[in-house]
């Protein structure tokens, strides 16, 4: 498979093998969205030693494993081993026995599964950059790891002897509108752009469940045999997505199940109540967790204090697990194909394509003109029971003006009638009223084929197509 962008984080790879110094390098982000693939792409044939950890097995196993990749590289036997110390001690001999000009790439991957428990492996990695690589000049570790949360906790914030030794860090996104664009074209899949959207709308961007599709399907068919056939690839990726990440994974199931309930986010203490949950410290680092790996976002609504932050679930598969795939009852190998044009799949559709907008907000930014305007990104609900009135997309903007966005997924050119620019005049009127907003507040729709310039136009100051979310 070829790589599709992951320009800057090349770049980046490239300036760490410049760098006068060590680098400890840790590559994050959310599972299948291809950061081992990136790392063994761009580095290819210049490893001086790789190596993945396994899962699910004890210390014994990972140490035997550890051991093999060690007499590959080193092309040599190596005496066994009993704990990670003398493992890296070996290392050690490897990387001062490499005849290698410039600097010796080191790759471990999938390291959150070598931290056992009683294995002293994260004691013994501390030991080996302490004492040894972050002097040596001429290493690059490279660590990687779908556990998003192992790999913040254990290495970026670590508070012992790894206290600020990660000197880099990459977060790898998922695909965006256009790189996914560019990947079907390679394949030669011929989709168009709303297809693309709506492909997004259910695998987000992530590229090894894109590479899933078959080009001589249709898509409803390729969504249908991945996710709805009795052996599809994707049928019980829900199920192993969690327990890969987290240990005792029920409580953010139950987090995630909660909030893919309310569309528009909830507060901590709503959590606590819908999720049946106890209010505790554990409840924070769950949250944490989910944000983290990019299951959920935290957010303040416009104008509301920290402590009365939202909760939104922003992971595509996620959302399209529990609208449609938890709730195939009849085991239909065809729902999706069955199911598209009925109401429940037009609710879904308009929140994922909001979803869609909120990762394409430097897109939207440059096709309003601010893209180095700083801006907040918010929320806002009318405090009137009557009124009604809410904005999910709020930019905030520093030059004093504010958008207020309006989202929708149309089949074709949206037309705004007499009705519709009066809700849109009232929404505007209700915020200016009760935010007392001093900023100019412009009206701004955002759409898939655009609005159609009739009488009611004149009353948008901007508008977002779908095509200028493909922008790179």
């Not at 011929?190 to 249709?218: C, D, H, W």
């Not at 609208?323 to 190998?333: G, R, T, Y």
Request: glycine fraction near 6%; hydrophobic fraction near 40%; include cysteine.
């Amino acid at each position: 498979m070829q790589l599709i962008g992951r320009h800057e984080e090349r770049a980046d790879f490239e300036r760490f093998m410049e760098s006068k110094k060590s680098e400890f390098v840790v590559v994050f982000g959310r599972r299948r969205v291809g950061k081992t693939f990136l790392v063994r792409e761009h580095f290819s044939s210049r490893f001086s030693f790789y190596h993945t950890g396994m899962a699910n097995t004890d210390v014994a196993m990972q140490l035997k494993s550890f051991k093999s990749s060690l007499r590959e590289y080193g092309k040599k036997p190596y005496p066994e081993v009993e704990t990670w110390f003398e493992a890296f001690e070996q290392l050690v001999h490897l990387l001062s026995n490499t005849k290698q000009k410039g600097k010796k790439v080191v790759f471990i991957d999938e390291m959150p599964w070598l931290d056992t428990p009683r294995s002293g492996f994260i004691q013994a990695l501390e030991y080996f950059w302490n004492s040894w690589a972050s002097a040596q000049k001429n290493i690059l570790l490279i660590v990687c790891g779908s556990a998003t949360s192992w790999m913040m906790n254990k290495l970026i914030k670590n508070h012992g002897g790894l206290h600020n030794r990660v000197t880099q860090q990459i977060y790898l996104p998922p695909f965006n509108l256009g790189e996914c664009e560019e990947f079907f074209q390679k394949h030669n899949m011929a989709l168009t752009r709303r297809q693309i959207v709506e492909n997004y709308m259910i695998f987000g961007g992530i590229p090894y469940y894109i590479s899933l599709m078959q080009k001589q399907l249709s898509m409803a068919q390729n969504i249908d045999r991945l996710c709805f056939a009795e052996k599809g690839a994707l049928k019980n990726e829900f199920e192993n997505l969690y327990a890969s990440l987290f240990k005792n994974h029920e409580k953010h199931v139950k987090i995630v199940a909660t909030l893919s309930k309310k569309a528009k986010g909830l507060t901590r203490e709503e959590i606590i109540q819908y999720a049946e949950l106890p209010n505790g410290g554990g409840l924070t680092k769950t949250l944490e967790d989910l944000e983290l790996c990019g299951f959920i976002r935290k957010f303040n609504a416009f104008e509301k204090v920290e402590r009365q932050c939202l909760f939104q679930l922003t992971d595509f598969f996620t959302l399209f697990y529990f609208n449609f795939m938890k709730n195939n009852k009849l085991n239909d190998e065809h729902y999706w194909s069955n199911f598209i044009e009925n109401a429940r799949h037009r609710v879904w559709s308009g929140y994922a394509f909001e979803q869609v907008c909120l990762a394409h907000l430097r897109q939207i930014k440059e096709k309003l003109g601010i893209a180095g305007v700083l801006t907040d990104v918010t929320s806002w609900r009318s405090r009137e029971a009557a009124n009604g009135a809410q904005i999910d997309l709020l930019i905030e903007r520093n030059d004093k003006v504010i958008n207020l966005c309006e989202v929708k997924f149309a089949s074709s050119e949206f037309t705004i009638d007499k009705k519709y620019d009066e809700v849109l005049r009232n929404k505007r009127a209700a915020f200016k009223y009760e935010t007392k907003t001093r900023k100019s507040v412009h009206l701004t729709m955002i759409t898939t084929y655009g609005v159609q310039h009739n009488a009611y136009w004149g009353n948008i100051q901007s508008e977002v197509a779908m095509d200028d979310l493909f922008e790179k």
